[in-house]
């Protein structure tokens, strides 16, 4: 029967490629919204009722834009680049649990494309991998401003991959899986401190590894107020300069669905992911995934951006040092089997 | 004589520029750019992020100002004075203006020198709301810019109430102003005043102790009190550095001596510094401008009168002989000032505005020199920009708070 739970994989994942695709298009139109409303803007209200249709238009408009590739880039570098980004984006959404395995018509169906028992390293993979459109894209533009933007986001990301990593090995330590299913049934269970009764969510156990896992994912995600990489003030449009039409659009959309997966990660290493007060759904992840989108959105609306040492110094001398004071400070009280944690 | 033969002397440190080692890149910044402030081009020499070399390239938006001052008569080049520095027209205006009445020696009614004080100081909020919002645009502080935009239009609403246009204003006449201030306008302005200041608090909520904002800015592009006096810098830029010297109190003009107004000064001469100096700045504008509500009579001339150099009011024109022969000589002709030069500064809101201008007797401006205060504060851009990273040169292109129409002219 393996045939069959290879083919109920790919149909998950054929119905998880198209939403995460909708919902990323959407993105776009939440991000416009809600950043006109804490801009006294209007935002886009033209396009269909409250502008809902403007995702649409603007996919149209950037398909039907010409393909420029500049004179003097690395012609083949440059057009595979933002494919290689683009591809790889939605990939991580692979291993997080969206509910329970469903049992239709005598088949079982996990509403997961794949289990993987390294399912987060796979997630930190993916992010690795999916630099090299960004350097590969900046490299090949053969423009200054774009090369300066690879560079930039290549050091980045690098520091905030180790940042990003570390602060999960705490979550690795309690839960003791490196699987999205497993952690998940650990945040299931409840927490029972004296008279409360708290989910076990990673949040309350692992507060500074939550905040170190989302400052890392920001700047991972190139977002405000890391935005180095595509900083329009200083480096025009960073890697992405010379880019226009769909190929730009790839990018853009790279950025959108990473915002989306490490949102869903997010939510699923720490607030419990599908877990929720009464009924356990993925209405309580798609929840607590919006929370995460609009944090982001309300990050770009406040703060300014980052000096590109300030980053790196960032990362290296607070983030680290934290992200190793929390893993072993975990492995203690793991260790001695302090309390209910 | 300049022998043209000869292949033009090239400057060594632009040999060192051109012909980079390995290790650096040169980067054109400019004058297409998101943040250099219109067209502004800076060639900048990169060792990795860090800064070797920089070197500010202007004249992109040279249109000959001063060259067309010296074929216009007189009143008719107040309108090209607002396209200088375009966020502040009312500011040119009363700098060319005052010059000229200095020139021919008259001075405008009491009323009509408190609302044109009035208008130099809302001016100064609208140019000091511009720069704060771009300049904090190019931090990456996305909102800020929105923020101010939003007020602005309340002081180009005033303005546009007072003569008609919002941006580019023409309002001020030699003289004084030859149209009446309309009745709803000192309500107008009050209203504004007790606006503003939340909207200052607002701004501040979003900067002043921010730590992303602190750490971009503070000990970023300093300038040593004796090295701004050296480069002739003027406006938030000096003072900024801690020295004190401010037009409306070291040479008052109008009635600046009549109001009562402090003028902030910086410590480290830092762009947080110089931050500070004009958020400051814009509260003592609002001081001002209450003030001057306060004072300013209700009714009386806006127009000195009798005098050989000024239009005559459209009522006389349309009733009296002399008035409408005095008004066709002076739309015609023109008026002719007395033989000699004059220099009138004002503190516009980038720092010393000044206008020379030398008469030989004839309707036209033998000489008209424009003393523009971020042309003279663009220079201290390479000094500051001294081992500064690349994210440094838009902060401190957006410290200096350049108008490309006025640096070029």
């Known amino acids: 029967m393996d045939w069959q739970r290879l083919l109920v994989s790919y149909f998950v994942g054929f119905v998880l490629l198209n939403v995460l695709l909708g919902l990323m298009a959407y993105m776009t139109w939440f991000e416009r919204r809600v950043l006109a409303r804490m801009q006294h803007r209007v935002g886009p209200n033209r396009t269909g009722p409250f502008g809902l249709l403007q995702p649409i238009a603007d996919g149209i408009k950037l398909l039907a834009k010409e393909d420029i590739v500049p004179a003097n880039a690395d012609r083949l570098v440059f057009l595979v680049a933002p494919l290689l980004s683009f591809a790889l984006a939605p990939l991580g959404a692979a291993v997080i649990p969206f509910g329970e395995t469903l049992h239709l018509f005598g088949l079982e169906i996990p509403l997961l494309v794949a289990d993987i028992n390294v399912a987060v390293l796979y997630v930190l993979a993916l992010g690795s991998i999916g630099v090299y459109g960004i350097i590969l894209g900046g490299y090949a533009s053969g423009n200054r401003y774009s090369l300066l933007g690879a560079l930039r986001s290549t050091a980045q990301v690098i520091s905030y991959e180790l940042v990003l990593g570390l602060s999960l090995v705490g979550v690795f330590i309690l839960a003791g899986s490196l699987s999205l299913q497993d952690i998940l049934r650990e945040q299931q269970r409840a927490l029972v401190i004296g008279p409360l009764t708290l989910p076990n969510w990673y949040i309350l156990s692992q507060p500074l590894a939550f905040a170190l896992f989302l400052i890392a994912a920001v700047a991972e995600t190139n977002r405000a107020p890391f935005d180095l990489p595509e900083a329009e003030t200083e480096l025009v449009a960073g890697y992405f300069t010379e880019y226009s039409g769909f190929r730009f659009s790839f990018y853009f959309l790279a950025e959108y669905i990473n915002m989306i997966v490490v949102s869903l990660l997010a939510a699923t290493l720490f607030l419990g992911g599908i877990d929720g007060p009464f009924v356990d759904g993925v209405w309580w992840l798609a929840l607590k995934a919006l929370f995460f989108l609009f944090f982001y959105v309300w990050l770009r609306a406040t703060l300014p951006r980052f000096r590109y040492d300030q980053l790196m110094g960032l990362a290296w001398k607070v983030l680290l040092p934290l992200a190793l004071l929390n893993i072993g400070l975990t492995g203690l009280v793991r260790l001695w089997g302090i309390g209910a944690l | ?409």
């Open chain 2, 1 to 409: 004589m300049i022998d043209f033969s000869q292949p033009t002397p090239v400057i060594l440190s632009e040999v060192r520029q051109l012909t980079p080692t390995r290790r650096e890149l040169v980067l054109n910044m400019g004058p297409q750019h998101p943040s250099t402030h219109g067209v502004l081009r800076v060639r900048l020499t990169l060792e990795g992020e860090t800064v070797i070399a920089c070197d500010p390239v202007i004249g992109y938006l040279h249109r000959g100002v001063e060259k067309l001052g010296e074929s216009h008569r007189y009143a008719q080049f107040v309108p090209w004075t607002d396209r200088t520095d375009y966020v502040a027209a009312p500011s040119n205006n009363l700098g060319y203006v005052l010059a000229v009445e200095k020139l021919c020696g008259i001075q405008a009614p009491e009323r009509a020198q408190y609302w044109r004080m009035i208008m130099a100081e809302l001016a100064r909020l609208a140019s000091h709301l511009v720069w704060l919002g771009t300049h904090a645009l190019d931090i990456g502080a996305l909102s800020v810019s929105l923020y101010t935009f939003r007020d602005r239009e309340l002081i180009l609403d005033i303005f546009e109430k007072f003569c008609g246009a919002r941006l580019t204003t023409n309002m001020m006449e030699i003289g004084g102003f030859s149209r009446e201030i309309p009745p709803d306008l000192p309500e107008m302005v009050r209203e504004f005043c007790r606006y503003f200041p939340k909207a200052i608090r607002q701004y501040e909520d979003l900067l002043t102790e921010n730590p992303i904002w602190l750490a971009r800015t503070k000990g970023v592009g300093i300038i040593e009190p004796d090295v701004a006096i050296n480069y002739g810098l003027t406006g938030a830029c000096l003072r900024g550095s801690g020295v004190n010297y401010d037009v409306r109190k070291a040479m008052p003009y109008l009635f600046y001596d009549r109001v009562e107004f402090d003028v902030p000064l910086g410590t480290h001469g830092d762009v947080y510094d110089r931050y500070l100096v004009r958020i400051e700045e814009m509260r003592q504008s609002i001081r001002i401008i209450e003030q001057c509500l306060e004072q300013v009579p209700t009714d009386g001339p806006l127009m000195a009168y009798e005098s050989q150099y000024v239009i005559p009011p459209h009522k006389n024109v349309m009733t009296t002989a002399e008035d409408m022969q005095r008004h066709f000589i002076w739309v015609i002709k023109g008026f002719s000032p007395p033989k000699g030069e004059v220099y009138h500064a004002v503190e516009h809101s980038k720092g010393e505005l000044g206008y020379y201008i030398v008469s030989d007797g004839s309707p036209i401006p033998y000489r008209l020199r424009i003393r523009s205060p971020d042309f003279v504060n663009l220079q201290s851009l390479p000094y500051m920009a001294q081992g500064a990273m690349l994210a440094d040169i838009v902060a401190l292109i957006g410290t200096i708070d350049i108008v490309l129409g006025s640096v070029d002219r």
